[in-house]
Structure formats: structure tokens, C-alpha cells
């Protein structure tokens, strides 16, 4: 794992949309939906581990990202949501 984070404020990203078996902490409404990171907020151990009672080690990069909020039918509007979001559910928008 690499000891820097990925991804520096500005950079437009992508959430990975896959499908999950057990404890997932990025919110299905945001998987496959294009963002702007807005902050790296740290390192810390990973949900999905420490759910099923592990140590949660390697700790994850977690970002702050902000979407645009859309209406059910796709439709933009000027509302945005931000979400803190794991390195691991991150793509680069060059490879989106």
C-alpha cells in the first residue's frame, strides 16, 4: 500500500460500481457517479474489516468528494452532495 494518498483536492474521480458482499460503507446511490475530491481527511482502519471484527489494517485513504446531486431521472440541479469515500472505491477520471 502506498504511504501517500492518491488523489490531491481537484482531482475528478469516479466510484467504482461493484457489487458488494457484506459490510460496505459507500453508498449505493453514489457507485458509478463522477465527483471532485475536495479533501483528504485522513487514514483510518477499514470498516469493512472491523465489522467483522478484525483489526482493520492496512488503514484506507479516506477522501471528502463532492457530487453533483441529481434528481431521480438524471436530471442535475444546483444541489451538491459531498461523501467521505475510501482510496479503494476511487477510479481516476482518465480511466473512467
Do not use: N
Amino acid at each position: 500500500m502506498p504511504h501517500e494518498p492518491r488523489y490531491a483536492p481537484g482531482t475528478p474521480v469516479r466510484v467504482a460500481d461493484r457489487p458488494v458482499t457484506g459490510h460496505c460503507r459507500t453508498p449505493y446511490y453514489l457507485r458509478g457517479q463522477r465527483g471532485v475530491v475536495l479533501e483528504y481527511a485522513g487514514r483510518f482502519h477499514d470498516p469493512s474489516q472491523l465489522a467483522q471484527h478484525r483489526p482493520g489494517l492496512p488503514k484506507l485513504f479516506l477522501y471528502r468528494v463532492r457530487f453533483p446531486h441529481l434528481t431521480p431521472d438524471g436530471q442535475p440541479t444546483r444541489d451538491e452532495i459531498e461523501a467521505d469515500i475510501y482510496e479503494d472505491w476511487l477510479e481516476s477520471e482518465a480511466a473512467a
